[in-house]
Antibody
Framework: QLQLQESGPGLVKPSETLSLTCTVS??????????WGWIRQPPGKGLEWIGS???????YYNPSLSGRVTISVDTSKNQFSLKLNSVTASDTAVYYC??????????????WGQGALVAVSS | QTVVTQEPTLSVSPGGTVTLTCGLI?????????PSWYQQIPGQAPRPLIY???TRSSGVPTRFSGSILGKKAALIITGAQAEDESDYYC??????????FGGGTRLTVL
C-alpha cells in the first residue's frame, strides 16, 4: 500500500518560492505503473490540479500555472518535489501530493497524502 | 481554458437516490475524458470512488456507480447513507497528461 507524505515550510512570504516535497513509502517511485502529481485546495474552495511527473522526469503542468511551477523527482530518495515561484496570497492552500495509477486510458489519482497547508503572508 | 461544472449543492434523503453530474461549459463529456470521482470529507484528503467513467475503486461500496448521462458524466448514489454526506469532485482527463477538476458538489443527507 503506497503512502505519501508532504513536507515543507508552512509559511512563505509574497514574491518568494514555495517548496514542498512528497516522500513515497510502501513502494518504489521507479514504477512504470505510476506517476506522481500535485493538487492544491485553497481554504473553503475546490481542488486544482497543478502538475504531474513520471519517474523518468516527463512532466505535465496546468497551463494556468505553467511558467511558475517546477516539479522534479529524486529517485534516490523516493521523493518528488514542487516549486512554485512568485507566490501571492492566492497561492495559500492545502497542497496534496498523489500517485497516479496508470491504466491508460483512464489513469486516476489512487493514493493521496494528508495535505500540507501553506500560507503566503508577510 | 476548460471549465468543468458540477452542482454546488445537492441533498438526498437517507435511503434515497441522488445523481451528481459533471459537465463542460462548452461541449459534452464522453468516455474519452475518462471521468473519475473523488469523495472528500472536510478536513481530510480526497479518496477515489470511480475511475474510467464507471469502475469502482477498491473498497468502494456498490451503492456508488458512474456513467455518462446525456452530455455529462454522472455519479449515482443509490440508497444514500448518513456517512455519504461529503464533498464530491469529478476530474476529467484532457490531452497529453493534463487534468481539470470540477468545482465540487456538497452533498447533504437529510
Amino acid at each position: 500500500q503506497l503512502q505519501l507524505q508532504e513536507s515543507g515550510p508552512g509559511l512563505v512570504k509574497p514574491s518568494e518560492t514555495l517548496s514542498l516535497t512528497c516522500t513515497v513509502s510502501g513502494g518504489s517511485i521507479i514504477n512504470s505503473r505510476y506517476y506522481w502529481g500535485w493538487i492544491r485546495q485553497p481554504p473553503g474552495k475546490g481542488l486544482e490540479w497543478i502538475g504531474s511527473i513520471s519517474y523518468s522526469g516527463t512532466v505535465y503542468y496546468n497551463p494556468s500555472l505553467s511558467g511558475r511551477v517546477t516539479i522534479s523527482v529524486d529517485t534516490s530518495k523516493n521523493q518528488f518535489s514542487l516549486k512554485l515561484n512568485s507566490v501571492t496570497a492566492s497561492d495559500t492552500a492545502v497542497y496534496y501530493c498523489a500517485s497516479v495509477f496508470v491504466i491508460t486510458p483512464g489513469d486516476y489519482f489512487d493514493h493521496w497524502g494528508q495535505g500540507a497547508l501553506v500560507a503566503v503572508s508577510s | 481554458q476548460t471549465v468543468v461544472t458540477q452542482e454546488p449543492t445537492l441533498s438526498v434523503s437517507p435511503g434515497g437516490t441522488v445523481t451528481l453530474t459533471c459537465g463542460l461549459i462548452s461541449g459534452s463529456v464522453s468516455t474519452t475524458f475518462y471521468p473519475s470521482w473523488y469523495q472528500q470529507i472536510p478536513g481530510q484528503a480526497p479518496r477515489p470512488l470511480i475511475y474510467n467513467t464507471n469502475t469502482r475503486s477498491s473498497g468502494v461500496p456498490t451503492r456508488f456507480s458512474g456513467s455518462i448521462l446525456g452530455k455529462k458524466a454522472a455519479l449515482i448514489i443509490t440508497g444514500a447513507q448518513a456517512e455519504d454526506e461529503s464533498d464530491y469532485y469529478c476530474v476529467l482527463y484532457l490531452e497529453s497528461g493534463t487534468w481539470v477538476f470540477g468545482g465540487g458538489t456538497r452533498l447533504t443527507v437529510l
